[in-house]
């Protein structure tokens, strides 16, 4: 017996699973871009300068925070921002670095020229133990070394700790030194030349060079040769060098960042 398909009926199923492979192909990227579009914090309200969504600080550390920063604002015109998130993927970013995350959110916000050029901001990822100082487009990458000594000095110390709030209370007293251009907190007259971040070699390597030279000048004194002087003096230099290049390019880098960054800054992780 043969069997007759109604044309009507061929056209209604066609057309039902069109429009189903249509729904799906229009409806499944704007769902994804829905459902997993990243999440920034919103930025800081007219006259604050913190947004602490993983309540990492305590109100006295909060307060001092608002009170240092709104004073280098008023003072010289460098804004601070603190922003504390729980962690990347709870904004939906796992797949970011905290460097692109900090530059995303900072684009995404509605920044005045100011923020934009002068801006100093830390943002901290607790969940990921992961910090950021994100430099505004003034302070361009002759200021990283200093972010990073600021990184390295004031905030992973504390935070190692385990003392999150008052790690971000001494990174915003770092900014403040560096906005005013004063020696950071802690830092001694010849940090420069000795900072807290040398290498290992560093030390033993000036003090070889120191005996080397002491031992130099008495065989100069004693037989008049010169060459082992000539030598000595010569190593000594080339390590003072070294340091001053290392100072004018802004620093040493104690390698607590991963190496990859979006912007002008720090990263640190702990």
Do not use: C
Request: charged share 20%; proline share 4%; no cysteine.
């Amino acid at each position: 017996m043969t069997s007759h398909h109604n044309p009507k009926d061929f056209r209604w199923r066609v057309l039902l699973r069109l429009t189903f492979i249509a729904t799906l192909l229009l409806v499944g990227p704007l769902a994804g871009y829905g459902w997993s579009q990243v999440v920034f914090p919103a930025q800081p309200a007219s006259g604050s300068f913190v947004v602490d969504e993983a309540k990492l600080l305590t109100p006295v550390h909060r307060q001092e925070i608002e009170s240092v920063a709104s004073a280098l604002n008023r003072e010289h015109g460098y804004p601070v921002t603190v922003v504390t998130i729980r962690s990347l993927s709870a904004q939906r970013a796992a797949a970011y670095s905290i460097e692109r995350y900090a530059s995303e959110m900072l684009r995404a916000w509605s920044l005045d020229a100011d923020r934009r050029s002068y801006g100093l901001t830390l943002l901290v990822s607790a969940d990921d133990r992961l910090a950021r100082i994100e430099l505004g487009s003034a302070w361009t990458g002759a200021h990283d070394g200093r972010a990073r000594q600021i990184m390295d000095r004031l905030i992973l110390p504390a935070f190692r700790r385990g003392d999150l709030s008052q790690g971000i209370v001494a990174g915003v007293q770092g900014f403040d030194a560096m906005g005013r251009g004063l020696e950071l907190p802690g830092e001694p007259h010849l940090g420069w030349l000795m900072p807290a971040t040398q290498p290992w070699w560093l030390i033993p390597a000036i003090a070889g060079g120191i005996l080397v030279l002491i031992g130099a000048v008495i065989s100069l004194g004693r037989s008049g040769r010169k060459g082992l002087a000539w030598a000595a003096a010569g190593f000594i230099g080339a390590i003072v060098l070294s340091r001053a290049l290392a100072w004018a390019r802004g620093g040493y880098d104690s390698g607590d960042s991963d190496g990859s960054t979006e912007g002008s800054g720090a990263t640190g992780k702990w």
